[in-house]
């Protein structure tokens, strides 16, 4: 700091002497005024020095600290004797694990090489999980951010891939690349926080974020394996219900018509029994009125109309012991093929 | 002349000032050698100090906390098997004189740090199985997983300690012994596991054997469970099929004993009626144009042929 100190005070002196040479001033008095107001001017300007809103200042006065300054204009002794350290506070930090953006942009790019050195990590079931991703802190106290850890970045890297696979370690491969990302992230952040506030690092965890969570390269295969036959079950236990949806609701509805041609056929039978009944019982009601003539009329009229239907009908009398016919009411057409007619009719 | 007088004063003044004093940082801490030999206790407060110019001179230490990583080192487990196991560690120098004295410098205590961390990892984790290396806790014997219903749950372990407490185990062993190099271990962490590469290839071997097993299991559940489906439709059906029946006939038996009784309750009165004329009615039917009739002059119907009487 007095080497500084001593170089500026060189300078001046030169710029004095130049000072001196231009204007022409000979006395060596007034060189000296010229030279110690050159001195006050920087003072002046070392000492005073402005702070961003996003910034803090922290001042070291002869290595000690004194104080933390928020955004403005401020004062602070010149020549080193005050030291100023900035730190930028609201700007949100990042580090990325088993990749590296190489470009940020719309179409982001990303370094081909691989880092697998920190992306490959043991899972639960001694499995091995390809795990990428990212952690943002912020800077929540200067001082410590300052002066408590020396190589904060390098802290960072190691805690968090050291705890990254801790908690990876807890679970199985197969929640590691689905279902757990998430609560994987959670873990990760309340861990590291616990960490940081251990070393009093001065950082907050805002977010630890998942990227690609993948299976090693050579056995991304057999994984997608596992998918394809996960949705082969699906759609296996699928087509199986839409047999049954198709099925039962059609055997239902016959079910249904079973029931219902049943129920026809009671209400079918009970009228017609109804029906007949009435009728029967109105007949009855009449012939009982006449019981006699009108059984012979009924007879009679049945007789007449049935006996005109056969073609041949063969009237005995009781005491004729072979089968002659003794009367063929009907004239026969071909009376020679009789016996054969008789025959047939018979049966 | 006179201002050119006071210059000057200042500059002596200035560095004899630089002479006599030294500043430690907020971030460092300081020793003052004389003839080679440390004096004093070190300079720990952040500060502007004094020393005797031209025969001490200031040596500086940082107090701040500092990283330590070790080398990948390839390590049995007590299942024999082998990992590269990558632990980092915290430190801090707390007694700059003993420091100064044991390890001289940085360097120094790293060379010390690699001794002790590198063989209590090494005694520790060879002490153990893998899989307490690897888990923290048992909490995966309890996840909800998909895979582990068909059955895969059985075949992990369950652990005893578990990594957190291997690492403190670490932690404590290592930290037991370097304060005597004037350092503080403030943290140690296992930040990597992995497989050596041969092992690795078998791993990734039985991972996809492993894979191609659940995929397996998945398919067969699959026709499992369909034929759970189709067997319960079948079933299903013929439940449906036989309860409509059932209830058909109850019907029909209903209907037809109802039939039967308005019959008999219609009949029954006039039942010598009944007979005559269902009779003489299912002549209608009986006798048709094929018939051939052979009718006795006995018959009510034709007794007239004999006698009209």
Partial sequence: MPNEFSEFKDDVRKVGDKLKNLSGVKSGGQAAIVVLALLLLAAGFSSIYTIDPEEAGVILRFGRYLDTTGPGLHFKLPFGIDKLYKVQLTTIRKEEFGFRTSQAGVVTRYENAEYNDESLMLTGDLNVADVEWILQYKVNDPYKFLFHVRNVNKNLRDVSEAIMRLVVGDRSVSDVLTTERVAIADQVKVKMQETFDLYGMGVTVTNVILQDVNPPETVKDSFNEVNAAKQEQEKMVNEAWEAYNQAIPEEKGKADQTIQVAEGYALERINKADGEAKRFRALFRAYVQAPAVTRTRLYLEKMEEVLKRPKQVYIMDPAAKTLLPLLNLKERPAPASAPAAAAGGAQ | ????????????????????????????????????????????????????????????????????????????????????????????????????????????????????????????????????????????????????????????????????????????????????????????????????????????????????????????????????????????????????????????????????????????????????????????????????????????????LRRAK
């Fill in chain 2, 1 to 304: 002349m006179k201002t050119w007088g006071i210059l000057i004063l200042a500059l002596v003044a200035l560095i004899a000032f630089k002479l006599c004093t030294f500043v430690t940082t907020e971030y460092n801490q300081a020793l003052i050698i004389q003839f080679g030999k440390p004096v004093g206790n070190p300079v720990v407060k952040a500060g502007l100090h004094f020393k005797t110019p031209f025969i001490q001179e200031v040596k500086y230490f940082d107090r701040r906390i500092l990283e330590w990583d070790g080398d990948p080192n390839q390590i049995p487990t007590k299942d024999k098997k082998y990992i590269l196991t990558d632990v980092t560690a915290r430190w801090r120098i707390s007694d700059a004189l003993k420091f100064y004295q044991t390890v001289r410098n940085e360097t120094g205590a790293h060379a010390r740090l690699d001794d002790v961390i590198d063989g209590d990892t090494r005694n520790v984790i060879s002490n153990h199985l893998l899989v307490e290396v690897v888990r923290n806790s048992n909490d995966i014997l309890t996840a909800e997983n998909d895979e582990f219903d068909l059955g895969e749950r059985i075949k992990l372990d369950t652990i005893q300690f578990g990594r957190e407490a291997l690492t403190k185990e670490i932690f404590a062993a290592a930290a037991a012994i370097v304060p005597q190099y004037g350092i503080t271990l403030v943290d140690v962490k296992i930040k990597r596991i992995n497989y050596e590469e041969s092992v690795q290839r078998k791993v990734f071997e039985r991972m996809i054997s492993e894979r191609k097993r659940i995929a397996e299991k998945f398919r067969s559940e699959g026709k499992g469970k369909k034929a759970e489906i189709l067997g319960k439709m079948t079933k299903e059906l013929r439940r449906i099929k036989s309860e409509a029946y059932r209830k058909a006939q109850e019907i029909q038996g209903v209907a037809d004993a109802k039939v039967t009784r308005i019959y008999a309750d219609a009949y029954n009165p006039g039942r010598d009626f009944y007979q005559f004329l269902k009779t003489v009615e299912s002549y209608d039917s009986t006798i048709t144009e094929d018939s051939v009739l052979f009718l006795s002059t006995d018959s009510e119907y034709f007794r007239y």
